[in-house]
């Protein structure tokens, strides 16, 4: 059965940092790129970063460049997305999911459809 399941998430405030963890069961993960996305009330689903299969390359929204940082290890079957300096803009559901991929590298932000799998979310408050 596949699971990705989303954890890390909390009330923070204005500056503050939150590490999120996507791990991930029931399928091969090294075949898989990884997208964070996140939702905000009343806003549609945005891409937020994502990582390829094994070489790790990446991509990030502008409006988070320098502030977060994806990582995955394969060894776990786990994502990460350390998110510094957060902005009550940030508030949202994050949400993982994964990307089947032939190419070691590659990954899509924009194009949330081709994504297979996806978790239930956790919530980012960022508030004082």
């Known amino acids: 059965q596949v699971q990705l399941v989303e954890s890390g998430g909390g009330l923070v405030q204005p500056g503050g940092s939150l590490r999120l963890s996507c791990a991930t069961t029931g399928f091969t993960f090294s075949n898989y790129a990884i997208g964070w996305f996140r939702q905000a009330p009343g806003k549609e689903r945005e891409g937020v970063s994502c990582?390829?299969?094994?070489?790790?390359?990446?991509l990030y929204v502008d409006s988070v460049k320098g502030r977060f940082t994806i990582s995955r290890d394969n060894a776990k079957n786990t994502v990460y997305l350390q998110m510094n300096s957060l902005k009550p803009e940030d508030t949202a559901v994050y949400y993982c999911?994964?990307?089947?991929?032939?190419?070691?590298?590659?990954?899509?932000?924009?194009?949330?459809?081709?994504?297979?799998?996806w978790g239930r979310g956790t919530q980012v408050t960022v508030s004082s």
């Open positions: 990582i390829g299969r094994s070489v790790g390359g990446t």
């Open positions: 999911a994964a990307d089947r991929r032939f190419d070691a590298s590659g990954c899509r932000l924009t194009a949330l459809a081709v994504y297979d799998y």
